[in-house]
């Protein structure tokens, strides 16, 4: 059975919600799998909150929230008038980012957008991806808000390193790393694990070129996302580094590094 049954996609409204549907169609239609998109923004109403919003000011705020939810709502059935897998609509009534969290435990892959700092009339929080990765659990894969469409998938470049996170973040890669037709990982280079990493892929059906790293920490989500590019990947498989503080959730350098300067898809698990 195929690891990958089912996928939940992020809708806002930013720009970029039709290449996340691009993108999760197309990985159904590898899988065999069922597509879910859920809406999930904060209302401008809830957001002008500490603001004295009355009269017609909060009722025109109300109807353009409306006229956004109708517009990702159009957005599901024009994609599911196309040839391909069918998306499931759903919508958060309230707590936008709770209600993402909590489908996605019921997920085994989520599709999430990367921030877009010069569009951030989205309509969710700028730590929502790593909030969502670190309280669900589950593999996300993060598309850069300069795609334009469903990516390649031909070479694959895998961050490794002997952790919890990295071993997620491989494991849940897998279906895709047997798709690509080149798979490169990056070791430590005084790492002792690369005979075990090797035999591990090769178990399951991947021939890696092994490729060692050195990096200072501080520099490491630079020296990632530059050794992608050399190697013309077009996806970065990664552990996510952080830690959640009641609401706040702290990423580590390079995870923060990746998420801000990302331009390929990137698929990330804590």
């Known amino acids: 059975m195929n690891p990958i049954q089912s996928i939940l996609v992020h809708l806002d409204t930013g720009p970029q919600g039709a290449v996340r549907l691009q993108v999760a169609r197309a990985l159904a239609a590898q899988f065999g799998a069922a597509v879910t998109a859920l809406y999930a923004v904060t209302p401008l109403y809830v957001q002008a909150a500490t603001d004295v919003v009355v009269g017609s000011a909060g009722e025109a705020l109300m109807a353009y929230d409306t006229e956004r939810l109708e ?15 069918q998306v499931q609509w759903r919508e958060a009534s309230s707590a936008s980012e709770f209600t993402f969290v909590r489908d996605a435990l019921y997920a085994d892959l989520l599709v999430l957008g990367q921030l877009d700092r010069e569009h951030r009339e989205s309509g969710v929080p700028v730590d929502f991806v790593q909030s969502v990765v670190i309280a669900s659990g589950k593999p996300a894969l993060v598309v850069p808000y300069i795609a334009k ?122």
């Not at 709502?73 to 391909?84: P, S």
Request: aromatic content about 4%; hydrophobic content about 45%; charged content about 20%.
């Open 149 to 270: 469409g469903a990516p390649r998938r031909d070479t694959a470049f895998v961050a490794w390193k002997e952790s919890r996170e990295a071993a997620r973040a491989l494991t849940a890669a897998l279906p895709l790393l047997r798709m690509a037709k080149t798979v490169h990982v990056g070791v430590e280079a005084n790492g002792s694990e690369h005979a075990a990493l090797r035999q591990y892929l090769q178990r399951h059906g991947i021939q890696a070129k092994l490729h060692t790293v050195n990096a200072r920490p501080a520099e490491a989500g630079e020296m990632l996302l530059s050794l992608a590019a050399d190697l013309d990947a077009d996806l970065l498989v990664m552990g996510c580094y952080g830690h959640s503080r009641a609401r706040e959730f702290v990423l580590g350098g390079a995870s923060r590094t990746v998420l801000e300067g990302m331009t390929l898809p990137v698929l990330l698990a804590h």
């Open 71 to 85: 517009a990702a709502r159009k957005l599901v059935a024009k994609v599911n008038a196309e040839a391909g897998p």
